[in-house]
């Protein structure tokens, strides 16, 4: 089993301050007069998009330093788990883009000395399973990643090459892939016991890999249709994913590596 580092170039922490950097950057570009262009998410502008970020960085700040507090914010979650999310991005958007943009640059700073400062093995609540300081990371990367692809495919900016957003792509991919099992639970489905060997191009021409060798069930394809996928931005059918055995198909059609209720992911065509 071939098991490179999660970063091709960056550790995680660097990772994630560099493409929220470039996040910032695109959306500063844009102006004050784009600040409420359409993003591929059905209801989400740039404001809202951003706004999502702030709101789950300081959340993640609060899972950190006050379990307490963060229980409060997850038992107003639970009673309503459809709309929560939504709720958070349009009370901090309405704040207007100055402060948004503000708001969101204090959070991921404070975010970033939070969990480099945290002992490693620390379990750190949140809406999913509990994860160490290194997955919070990861999973900071993965969805400031998966909204700053909505933000930039609102401002008609490929990313594809970006470096900050290809930097990203192996932690996502991880991510991805960790949570094999986690997709199945959060719709209801029985874990399969099947293992699934997953090869994934990069564009330089090497190949992350993660899972047994030999591994009857096999997911090939490039690593940015599978980030994409998993992060719920394309249609399995708008992807280069290739899958064998019965299990790695099922798996792709309902892949998230975020926390929550399922999404319903984008419809065939949006993304081609």
Same mark, same amino acid.
């Given at each position: ?9 960056? +550790?995680? #922490? ?6 929220? @950097? ?6 500063? *570009? ?5 600040? #409420?262009?359409?993003?591929? *998410?059905?209801?989400? +502008? ?16 609060? @899972?950190?330093? +006050? @379990? ?12 309503? /788990?459809?709309?929560?999310?939504? $709720? ?11 402060? =948004? ?6 959070? &991921? ?10 002992? /490693? ?36 900016? $490929?990313?594809?090459?970006? /470096? *900050? ?14 949570? !094999? ?9 029985? =874990? ?6 997953? *090869?994934?191009?990069? @564009? ?9 060798? +030999?591994?009857?069930? &096999? ?23 290739? $899958? ?8 792709? !059609? ?11 992911? &984008?419809?065939?065509?949006?993304? $081609?």
């Amino acid at each position: 089993m071939t098991n490179p580092p999660p970063s091709e170039t960056e +550790d995680p #922490h660097a990772a994630l301050a560099a493409l929220s @950097a470039r996040v910032d950057e695109l959306v500063e *570009a844009a102006g004050s007069d784009r600040w #409420h262009t359409a993003t591929p *998410a059905a209801g989400w +502008d740039v404001a809202m998009q951003i706004a999502h970020l702030a709101w789950t960085d300081e959340v993640s700040v609060t @899972a950190i330093r +006050d @379990a307490d507090a963060f229980q409060a914010v997850v038992d107003t979650a639970m009673a309503d /788990p459809a709309g929560f999310v939504d $709720a958070g991005a349009t009370e901090v958007a309405a704040a207007g883009r100055d402060e =948004v943009l503000a708001r969101w640059r204090l959070a &991921r700073g404070e975010l970033a000395d939070a969990l480099k400062a945290a002992d /490693p093995g620390e379990q750190i609540p949140w809406f999913g399973p509990p994860m160490r300081p290194k997955s919070m990371t990861t999973a900071r990367i993965m969805e400031t990643w998966a909204h700053g692809v909505d933000v930039a495919d609102g401002l008609g900016v $490929a990313v594809a090459a970006d /470096p *900050a957003f290809r930097a990203a792509l192996p932690h996502v991919a991880r991510l991805g892939w960790k949570t !094999r099992g986690f997709s199945y639970l959060m719709n209801g489905l029985e =874990v399969p016991a099947s293992e699934v060997h997953l *090869a994934l191009s990069r @564009a330089d021409g090497t190949v992350l890999e993660f899972g047994p060798d +030999d591994a009857r069930q &096999r997911v090939t394809g490039p690593i940015l249709d599978f980030c994409l996928l998993v992060t719920q931005r394309v249609h399995l059918d708008d992807t280069a994913l290739e $899958a064998v055995g019965e299990d790695a198909r099922g798996w792709l !059609r309902i892949a998230q590596a975020f926390a929550g209720l399922p999404g319903g992911g &984008r419809e065939k065509g949006t993304r $081609a």
